[in-house]
């Protein structure tokens, strides 16, 4: 069961108390800046984990400012559509509403508050010549609620490890298939179900990268299987020469 910390009181609480009950995630961004973006990509990180879950999820956006900008921002990312606040009137009988916030909101909607880490950094020395999906994978390094600093050079970490894993996933394709082994999607869904620990799927997918016992067909299982959650587009390079 998918487990989150409630900003409210401190404590972990259900993501999803009531079961294929309808669950609410509301986006609560300060604006088209890169900490928007960050509650963005939280709450589509929650959306995913819930629906991997088998939780119908209604997904809403309430944005200061630019919030037209901060939508094309966010889908550049792989972030998917959220409807707008005002769309659908005030709510379709939800068992719970979980709303996605900065850490430093000072407003206290009604229902579980999930709180997201401010983004400081200059970003990637050239915006224009750097792979969306890097930034998104540099802002899931981090545990969701501490401040993420990204810069040149944690950009371009992102982008060379997002490199090697997309070769590595077209290259293990073309291996026989085998399925995810049950210990390692264990680990996957004990990560992602811990307060949408995405920080410890993506080191669990380093020992996968690794591990000299696993075939290079389970190893592709388990990168395409651990990339609905994340959404990095792991297997974009599928179909290439190994």
Known sequence: MLRIIDARTG????AAPVRRGLTR??????????????????????????ELGGT????????????AGLRADAAALGVRPFEDDRDLGAGLGEAQVVHVVPADATAAPEGVRLAVGPVTGDGPADPDDTDP????????????GEPVRVGPDTAAEA????TRWRRAVARWAHSPSRPVPDDVRGQLRTAWEDDLDAPGVLRVLHRVETDPGLPDGARFETYAYADRLLGLDLTRGLGTTP
């Open 11 to 14: 404590e972990p609480v259900p």
């Open 25 to 50: 995630v509301e986006a609560h961004a300060p604006g088209r800046d890169t900490t928007g973006l960050r509650v963005l990509l939280v709450a589509d990180l929650l959306v995913r984990a819930l």
């Open 56 to 67: 119908p999820v209604w997904a809403r956006l309430t944005a200061r400012g630019d919030a």
């Open 133 to 144: 999906y890097a930034l998104r994978l540099a802002l899931l390094v981090r545990p969701r």
């Open 159 to 162: 982008r060379a490890a997002l």
